[in-house]
Structure formats: C-alpha cells, structure tokens
C-alpha cells in the first residue's frame, strides 16, 4: 500500500475516535497489527480492506488512494 492508505486509514480512524486498539477490535486483528498498516510497514489481506471499507463507509479505492 502507498502512504496515502496509512494516512487515510489513521484519519479515518480518528474521525471516528478510534484508538488503534478499538480498530484492530472491530477488524478483529492485533493493535500491533493496525499499527503497522499505519506505518505502512505491512499491507491488509483483500478481506480486511473489504472489512474497512465497509466499516469506515468508503470505497477500497478511496483507501487505496486511487480516489478522493
């Protein structure tokens, strides 16, 4: 995933007054897990951008950064 994934990730996640741990809860993955997303040190499985996206009530290619 590029940068704008982990910043739209982590602004979304704020918008909705998240912390990284109440993300991973509703995603059901580790903190650590989101963490690294935000970082861009790893990238989410096609499942789990389906799950964010249709939690955060956007398109995959808005997270992708493809669209604003």
Same mark, same amino acid.
């Given at each position: &995933?590029? !940068? @704008?994934?982990?910043?739209?990730?982590?602004?979304?996640?704020?918008?909705? %007054? =998240? $912390?990284?741990? $109440? /993300?991973?809860?509703?995603?059901?993955? $580790?903190? !650590?897990?989101?963490? /690294?997303?935000?970082? $861009?040190?790893?990238?989410?499985?096609?499942?789990?951008? @389906?799950? &964010?996206?249709?939690?955060? %009530? @956007?398109?995959?290619?808005? =997270?992708? %950064?493809?669209?604003?």
């Amino acid at each position: &995933m590029n !940068s @704008v994934f982990c910043e739209r990730l982590k602004e979304l996640r704020q918008e909705r %007054g =998240l $912390g990284q741990i $109440g /993300l991973a809860k509703e995603l059901d993955v $580790g903190k !650590s897990v989101v963490s /690294l997303w935000e970082l $861009g040190k790893c990238e989410p499985t096609l499942s789990k951008l @389906v799950a &964010m996206a249709r939690f955060f %009530g @956007v398109s995959i290619d808005y =997270l992708a %950064g493809l669209e604003d």
